[in-house]
């Protein structure tokens, strides 16, 4: 179906006064709340919903558009109303400020995971779009803006795959790498997962926190079931004094189960709790293209 199909006009506010984010949520919701009779849209009902997500954060983009939503019970339908600012509105988010220059507000039922994920996916690679955002600002009617989304042709899936959450700016290692690296890589970006690929870029291995950690760890530790006896860091030591000299091939797991970008992400879910596996490498003909965290799940589809 066409993202288009999805916005009513009568949902698009172009040049509002606002000068923050929820003042637009505010006219927003008055506009959807006119326009669509349900019992279950009551305005301040639906603006506390709205206002409980937004404390959670993760509504704004960098590419300049805030994405506002609550999921809504009782309601068993898909809107998305647009607010386009007279004036852009600054937010600092991360220590980085933001000019926001069009609000989308999504008013889902509690199970529309599946369209509302893939049509919030459209509207980001919507911003993206220099082209689309310029005549998006532009439009001088809420038909003119509406008609943007119909000729940039988005479509929007009925299915999510694991290609619709997945990270795709993977950071991977070669297996001659050394412990040092990888440890300063996992500090320094924040790492829990990092895989190993050849040079061609096929995955030949896996290597988590744990497995750098357990590195440090003798292996008659784990033969006797304990290390109470030490008080001292001293196998941490030893670790530190060679951790140059040790190869990350050493430690990894050279047998990394992965998954293809078209796995539902039900059978992620499955396969994560199966495997009691946190992080999977995701490979199109066993060439690495992204990585799926636990955290993509929660953060993407449990409270996106």
């Known amino acids: 179906m066409k993202l288009a ?8 506010l172009l040049k509002a006064e606002v000068s923050s984010v929820e003042e637009a949520v505010q006219q927003a919701l008055q506009a959807v709340v006119k326009n669509y009779r ?37 309601f068993n339908d898909f809107l998305i109303a647009s607010v386009v600012p007279k004036k852009p509105i600054l937010v600092t988010q991360k220590d980085a400020e ?31 779009s220099e082209e689309v955002m310029k005549k998006l600002l532009a439009a001088e ?19 999510l795959t694991v290609a619709d959450i997945m990270t795709t700016n993977v950071v991977a290692l070669k297996k001659n ?14 790492l829990r997962y990092v895989p190993i690929v050849d040079d061609t870029g096929k995955l030949i291995g896996e290597i988590g ?13 784990f033969r006797i079931g304990s290390l109470k006896f030490l008080s001292e860091l001293e196998p941490m030591t030893e670790l530190l004094l060679n951790e140059d000299k040790i190869s990350v091939e050493s430690i990894m797991n050279k047998n990394p189960v992965s998954l293809k970008p078209n796995t539902s992400v039900i059978e992620v879910a499955f396969e994560m709790s199966r495997n009691k596996k946190r992080h999977f490498a995701i490979c199109d003909n066993g060439k690495l293209v992204g990585v799926v965290s636990a955290m993509d799940l929660l953060s993407k589809v449990l409270r996106a």
């Not at 709205?50 to 960098?62: D, F, K, M, N, Y």
């Not at 039922?109 to 893939?118: D, E, K, V």
């Not at 790498?177 to 924040?190: I, N, Q």
């Open 98 to 128: 933001i000019e926001v220059k069009v609000i989308y507000l999504f008013i889902i039922s509690q199970t529309a995971s599946t369209i509302y994920l893939n049509a919030l996916a459209k509207i980001a690679e919507s911003s993206k």
């Open 38 to 74: 349900h019992d279950a849209l009551q305005y301040d009902q639906v603006l506390k919903l709205v206002q409980e997500r937004e404390a959670l954060g993760g509504t704004i983009l960098p590419s300049g558009i805030a994405i506002p939503h609550a999921r809504i019970p009782l």
């Open 5 to 12: 199909n999805f916005m009513d006009p009568k949902l698009v």
């Open 141 to 159: 009617t809420p038909h003119q803006f509406v008609e943007v989304f119909e000729q940039a042709g988005y479509m929007v899936k009925k299915d």
């Open 209 to 221: 926190v744990i497995d750098l950690i357990k590195a440090g760890i003798p292996d008659y530790a």
């Open 177 to 190: 790498a050394t412990l040092k690296e990888l440890t300063d890589l996992m500090y320094t970006k924040h």
